[in-house]
């Protein structure tokens, strides 16, 4: 017979005395245990904290809200850290009455509604144009996060100013040291943008704009202006720095693609994945997010081979349009070496092309919207490393 299981006979110490108490955490902090599922760094990427980024730690996520704690950050100035009944938003340019918003206007502005979208920096997977870099789906693909956000439509504002005949953009500006200005198209100021003041039911986050933010569905994340504090109406954009210099694709005859706003369909298996490596034979659950800035995902194909044969993958929960998307497939593990793949299909018949159709449109010289295809190979001991396949 075998030896008794020590997890199950002997009585635990966590039964034989009483826990703590209901406040010793007023506001509550993950299970000790998981104290490695945080937001990570790229050291050697940027010469500064105050302008960098840090990474979600995708593969040790599941579902499809992103937590709070764990949205990746990304900004160019530091944090700005604003009191919030200083805190002013104001209108102006090309309107009938230019208007200043106190945080207590924005909240009871009629019309407030709640969204789920995904964010994602142009630059996600910026470091794998020219092959495989970054051994973990936390750095290749951490620069998302996918948040309820609540707010007013930025409509809302601009009808309350009364936009002249005339205009066409609006600039949006943070409030931050890097002073972040977007220009952004009318039509879409007026769709669906959001002047978001919570996340995820609370707050904003100092990190994710406290106490308001620009909501931009399906664009990339640049435009999502962090602590907002103007918006300029205008009839032409501005092109400003980070729409020139920076967020501007160079292609390899030397042209650039400009204002590529919008964030095309791309998915990525989480796990098994370098940092959430196979340790079973026999069943394993793979697991995976997709999204696109065009709308809902529709489908979402896996690979275990590298491409040659497709599986269709089981989407499970909420597919909305512009936010993440998850997959499973439940698969069996002989122990054989996999090279794992997944493909997405949004609503538009968009589907996520290869790295090297990407490289053959766009060339190597962009860091900017690579939404290639990602592949893993999974060794026989289960270990998981970022590779490409031809
Ligand atoms: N807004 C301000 N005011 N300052 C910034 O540096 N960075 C932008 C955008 N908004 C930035 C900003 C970039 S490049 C991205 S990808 C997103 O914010 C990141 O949002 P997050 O920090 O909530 O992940
Ligand atoms: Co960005």
Not at 195 to 207: D, I, K, Q, S, Y
Not at 283 to 296: C, E, F, K, M
Not at 316 to 343: C, H, I, K, N
Request: charged content about 25%; proline content about 6%.
């Amino acid at each position: 017979a075998a030896a008794p299981d020590p997890n199950i006979v002997p009585v635990p110490d966590w039964t034989k005395t009483l826990g703590v108490g209901v406040n010793n955490n007023p506001y509550g902090v993950p299970s000790k245990f998981e104290k490695d599922v945080v937001r990570r760094e790229v050291e050697w990427l940027t010469a500064s904290r105050e302008s960098s980024v840090s990474f979600t730690p995708l593969y040790a996520l599941d579902g499809v809200i992103t937590p709070n704690g764990l949205c990746f950050v990304r900004h160019h100035g530091g944090e700005a850290e604003i009191d919030p009944d200083k805190y002013r938003f104001m209108i102006h340019g090309l309107v009938d009455k230019p208007l200043v918003f106190t945080l207590d206007d924005i909240k009871r502005m009629p019309g407030r509604v709640n969204r789920a979208y995904f964010l994602e920096c142009a630059a996600n997977s910026g470091m794998e144009w020219r092959g495989a870099q970054l051994n973990g789906c936390q750095f290749t693909h951490g620069m998302i996060h996918n948040v309820f956000y609540t707010g007013v439509p930025l409509r809302a504002f601009l009808d309350a100013a009364g936009v002249k005949t005339s205009a066409k953009w609006v600039l949006a500006e943070g409030a931050d040291a890097s002073v972040m200005t977007r220009s952004i198209p009318l039509h879409k100021a007026l769709d669906d943008c959001l002047v978001a003041f919570a996340m995820n039911g609370e707050a904003l986050r100092p990190e994710q704009g406290y106490p308001v933010r620009l909501v931009v569905p399906g664009w990339e994340g640049n435009m999502w202006v962090k602590w907002l504090r103007r918006l300029e109406v205008g009839d032409q954009p501005w092109a400003q720095r980070e729409e020139t210099a920076k967020y501007t694709d160079l292609l390899a005859d030397g042209r650039s693609r400009r204002y590529t706003f919008i964030m095309d369909a791309k998915s990525v298996v989480t796990s098994p994945s370098p940092q959430a490596p196979l340790k079973h034979k026999g069943p394993n659950v793979l697991s995976g997010i997709a999204w696109s800035g065009r709308g809902t995902i529709k489908r979402v194909d896996v690979s275990l081979d590298g491409g040659r044969n497709w599986t269709t993958a089981r989407i499970e929960g909420p597919a909305m349009p512009m936010a993440m998307t998850r997959f499973y497939l439940d698969f069996d593990w002989d122990g054989r070496e996999l090279l794992v793949q997944s493909r997405a299909m949004d609503e538009t018949g968009y589907v996520q092309p290869s790295k090297a159709e990407l490289r053959k449109v766009r060339g190597e010289n962009s860091i900017y919207h690579n939404n290639g295809i990602q592949t893993w190979l999974v060794h026989g001991n289960g270990e998981t490393e970022n590779v490409e396949v031809g």
